[in-house]
C-alpha cells in the first residue's frame, strides 16, 4: 500500500531497476527508430556500415540488435548493457509501458517477470501512480 499523495510519488515508488539482466534475453530484440539508429552509432563511436555488420539484425524496414548466446549482443552477464547510453528508448522505458496500466493482466505477467516493480501494490495503485507519473512527464522523460 502507498498511502504518498499522487504529486510526490516518484518513479521508485512502482519501479527501481535490479539490473538483473532479465529482460535482455531471448532471440529477438526491441526494434530501434530512427533516433535509436543515430544514437547507439554516436555511443558505439562507428559509422553505420560497421554497426549495421557487427550488431544489428535488419529484416526489411526493421533495426534490431543482432543475438548472441540467446541474449542481446549488447548484454554482458558481468556488466550488463554495455552500450547502456546508446539504448533504444523501448528499453529505456521498459517495464513501463502503457499496457501495463490498459490490461491487468499484462501489469500480473511484467511484474512478476521483473524483479525491479513493486511487488506490494494492487494494480489500481499502480495505475494511480503511473498515471501521476505520466502527466508529469516522467515516463516519456525516460525515452531521452
Ligand atoms: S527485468 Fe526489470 S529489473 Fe531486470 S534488468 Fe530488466 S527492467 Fe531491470
Ligand atoms: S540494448 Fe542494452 S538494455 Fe537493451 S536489450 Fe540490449 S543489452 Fe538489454
Known sequence: MNNK???TSELADIF?????????????TVS????????MIAALGLNREEVTVRF??????????????GHCIFYHPDNGCTVHAGRPWRCRQWPLHPSMVTDANNYQVITDSCPGLQKGLSHEEFCKIFNAL???GDISKMRE
Open 5 to 7: 499523495p499522487m504529486e
Open 16 to 28: 527501481t531497476c535490479a539490473r538483473c539482466g532479465f529482460c535482455c534475453q531471448g532471440e529477438t
Open 32 to 39: 530501434l527508430d530512427q533516433r535509436d539508429q543515430e544514437r
Open 56 to 69: 544489428w539484425r535488419i529484416t526489411g524496414s526493421v533495426v534490431q540488435m543482432q543475438t548472441r548466446d
Open 134 to 136: 505520466l502527466e508529469r
